[in-house]
């Protein structure tokens, strides 16, 4: 088990079976899923999303760490974080993260990002953290911009959605921009 990381207005915690009800409050809502390839979940998807990470986090060599949102003034969960490695090797990592609609534009994406950023560099020693982003996701890309992520590029067409093909940002930043 990992332990509890922490910002000014959140904690982030790794997820118990439980979870999957506050889960479902956003995972459920078309706005949240419209630039992903999920969703909008039935409670069963939402249930299997959790149980996916309840086995993961037994995993020995463990690569995806998925963490509860949890806003602390209210002590409600509010969206996910994951931090996965993709390249032990060259030591890279890659986050995403989900927040729910009523804590949008409230700066807890951010909080919540640099957090998971400083987890991967410090706790595994990485080089490289990467994040995408669907080009529409305006917010998506403020906030990695706030995290200090660089805008590589933009993938063309990698990404079926039920709208059509996605293009993506990719965004990056490296151990040694890494200031926190």
Same mark, same amino acid.
């Given at each position: 088990? #990992? ?6 207005? &959140?904690? *982030?915690?790794? !997820? ?18 419209? !630039? ?17 990470? /309840?086995?993961d986090?037994?995993?020995?060599? $463990? &690569?995806? !760490? ?10 409600? *969960? ?6 996965? #490695? ?5 030591r ?17 994406? &951010?909080e919540?990002?640099?957090?998971? #950023?400083? !987890?991967g560099?410090?706790?595994f020693?990485?080089h $490289? ?6 080009? $529409? ?13 660089t *805008? ?5 067409e990698? /990404?079926l /959605?039920?709208?059509?093909w ?8 490296l151990?040694?921009?890494w200031?926190?």
């Amino acid at each position: 088990m #990992i332990p509890n990381l922490s910002t000014n207005r &959140t904690t *982030l915690r790794e !997820f118990v079976e439980s979870d999957w009800e506050q889960v479902h409050k956003y995972a459920s809502q078309k706005e949240v899923c419209q !630039f992903q390839p999920w969703g909008p979940n039935t409670e069963y998807d939402t249930k299997e999303f959790v149980g996916t990470i /309840l086995v993961d986090q037994k995993k020995n060599n $463990r &690569t995806r !760490f998925a963490f509860a949102i949890i806003e602390k003034e209210a002590n409600e *969960l509010i969206g996910s974080i994951e931090f996965n #490695i993709r390249d032990e090797q060259n030591r890279i990592g890659e986050i995403g993260y989900i927040i729910h609609p009523s804590y949008w534009r409230m700066g807890f994406a &951010t909080e919540a990002t640099k957090e998971i #950023i400083s !987890f991967g560099f410090k706790k595994f020693k990485l080089h $490289r953290v990467y994040a995408t982003c669907d080009v $529409r996701n305006i917010g998506s890309a403020k906030v990695l911009e706030k995290c200090g992520l660089t *805008l590589e590029g933009k993938m063309r067409e990698d /990404l079926l /959605l039920r709208d059509g093909w996605r293009d993506t940002f990719l965004y990056s930043i490296l151990e040694h921009e890494w200031s926190n």
